[in-house]
């Protein structure tokens, strides 16, 4: 009981003060699990890390479920990521009660008419970190050239054109590059 | 405004921000590109401004952004009940797929199979991103302003090539914008309303 208290006050304080998104979180959830009540060594979060971003969903969900599980299963899980979700539930609530109520003043519009141009260079951003990350299987500050991936680089002018060209579905175009590459690198694989 | 609740748009709304959820490997801007193509194009539930401020509101919020983004779409689609809807829909695939692997999760990471799928999924995602930016893009240039082309190239610059987050990017175009609307007023005698 006092474990599963913990837990949920602690995934509080991860959902309540991560902003920005998944990897703001990450150090906050390492310090309330391994430093502030030692619930996980270390190398047991490295590992949590991995897997949270090998999976679909938002990081910080994937840890809230993960670390829930491995410390006190099923229900551990479902208190953490309850108290993950929590503060951002009534947080967005009420900022979207605001929003709605007000956006329609054409002050408020001009206000956010300045920030819709940032948004679309935040998204812009991210998908050249991911980009990169294909193509170099690095950071935009450590690209090595030589390191190169043809199979991705192909991969991606490919959906590009199905998305740009015939629209096709995004769900479709993510799992068909997975598959796709995967077959493509079978031989370097199995040799 | 916000519209009544009915089950099918619930329904609906459940399924796609669980679709969404469960496909979505990468960061919270991953979703929220899937998120433009699934309740803008393909449903028409949101004007594209509208989910960009949704977007705006959901980064600079504490909490993970795809949930922030669903508890706002949820709340513009079905009220309270459907932020509610909305969000269960995002947490369950999560949930369920780390419930499973954390039992397993040795096997999992050192599956060399896996490993190379989730590799190459990323040239998808980078593209899905990519064909979402291209659009939000030349809406922007659209627009004809100095300002928002500037404010896109300066923030993407800031962003790329400065490392500086995405939340300070935000909050210093809310100041922007705050700054344009004085300009705006001032220009105009106090006249509420002008914008180009």
Known sequence: MILLFKLFISFIQVGLFSVGGGYAAIPLIQNQIVNVHQLMTMAGFTDLITIAEMTPGPISINSATFVGTQ???PIGALICTIGCVIPAFIICLLLAHFYYKYRNFSGV?????????????MIASAGLSILVL???????KSIVFGNFRVIEFILFIGALFLLRKYKMNAITIIFGTGIIGTLAYLPTILK | MKKKADKKMLWQLFCSTFMLSACTFGGGFVIVSLMKKEFVEKLG?????????VTAIAQSSPGPIPVNASVILGYRMGGILGSFVAVLGTIIPPFVIISVIAVFYEQFRSNVYIATALQVMRAGVAAVIFDVVLNLAKNVCATQRVLYIGLMGTAFFCAVVLNISAMIIILACLVIGIIDLLFNLYGNKGKVGVTE
């Open chain 1, 109 to 121: 519009q001009t206000v956010l008419a300045a920030l819709r141009p940032a948004v679309v260079a």
């Open chain 1, 71 to 73: 410390l006190a299963g």
């Open chain 1, 134 to 140: 294909g193509l170099f299987n690095s950071d935009l």
């Open chain 2, 45 to 53: 539930w949101l004007a594209e401004d509208e989910m960009l401020d």
